[in-house]
């Protein structure tokens, strides 16, 4: 295992992945959500992912499907002091619109506790930004959460690179809790919105990055490489998106890397992402042990120039 990151300057050390619990109560029931739980912390890892808001689709409620499982799973191995947990407030549902105010954080922060069955949370996103919400009064929020012990940290995942930089500017000038991460949509075939956009803000401000599709959708695994490929899973038709004259050039390369370290181009991808500035560690999901160990083989993974150079030429 390499040696744990620190995220942004909180105390907040966590193994070098992010595990998705977007698929807890979705993809996966509860027995074979624990399976990859255990799974995951018995190779070594202790940071989750999850939001208040998944898995709403399933069947159009307000969510927290993910969270309940996730509780679940902590309450029977009595194991909340050994990991780290995030979930996020402010997302979409079919009952809630995007909202970030004061009167919703304080409500929907109790709700995640209780469906997480602990009393703190260690890192607390604004999943999405309603952009109307004063951002004094999102990070004042906070700043009630976490002086009352329910909150430890905060971070941010879909935010205009304007109000990312406004929000940040508020934290220092009032003393408020400030972002400590980001979580942005980025992986090799789609680099450049964050790389242009949040890349210079997330280096002046050290804050540690957490992306999120790491895998586009599963299009970098290479499963996906004609049209009929995109009935292999639920989440098919989101790697339709990547399947042009691009995207064959970056599995290609992927390819390559893969068989010259004998491994998979799924963990090529993730140790690509691995390698580049301020990243803390992908935000990918598993639906099966085999896949779990397979992400999970990107941490030990080291790409070399030659290999950094082929992607980055690929991924351009």
Do not use: C
Request: aromatic share 8%.
């Amino acid at each position: 295992m390499k040696k744990k990151i620190t995220i942004g300057q909180t105390d907040l050390q966590v193994a070098p992945f992010n595990l998705g619990g977007n698929v807890f109560g979705w993809t996966l029931d509860e027995n074979k959500s624990f399976a990859i739980l255990d799974a995951y912390v018995e190779a070594g890892f202790d940071f989750i992912d999850t939001a208040d808001m998944y898995s709403y689709w399933v069947d159009g409620g307000a969510g927290g499907q993910s969270e309940t499982i996730l509780g679940k799973w902590m309450k029977a191995r009595g194991n909340r002091d050994k990991v780290v947990i995030a979930t996020k407030v402010g997302g979409p549902t079919g009952v809630n619109e995007i909202d970030t105010s004061r009167a919703h954080i304080l409500e929907t922060v109790d709700q995640s506790l209780k469906r997480l069955q602990t009393d703190y949370i260690d890192l607390y996103y604004t999943h999405y930004d309603d952009e109307k919400t004063p951002v004094e009064e999102t990070l004042s929020a906070y700043d009630e959460l976490i002086k009352a012990g329910k909150i430890r940290h905060i971070a941010v995942s879909n935010i205009t690179p304007e109000r990312l930089r406004t929000s940040l500017a508020v934290s220092e000038k009032n003393n408020l809790p400030k972002y400590q991460a980001l979580q942005p949509l980025y992986n090799l075939v789609e680099r450049q919105g964050y790389e242009r956009d949040y890349a210079p803000i997330v280096a002046e401000h050290g804050l540690t990055v957490f992306p999120y599709y790491a895998l586009a959708s599963g299009f970098l695994t290479g499963k996906y490489r004609s049209e009929a490929d995109f009935q292999k899973s639920p989440r098919g038709q989101g790697a339709a998106n990547y399947l042009n004259e691009r995207g064959l050039t970056v599995l290609n390369a992927l390819d390559e890397v893969a068989k010259r370290h004998q491994t998979v181009p799924a963990a090529v991808a993730l140790a690509w992402l691995s390698a580049q500035p301020h990243i803390g560690g992908p935000v990918a999901s598993a639906t099966s042990e085999e896949q779990l160990h397979e992400i999970l083989s990107s941490v030990s993974l080291d790409l070399d120039g030659t290999d950094l150079e082929l992607l980055d030429i690929a991924s351009k």
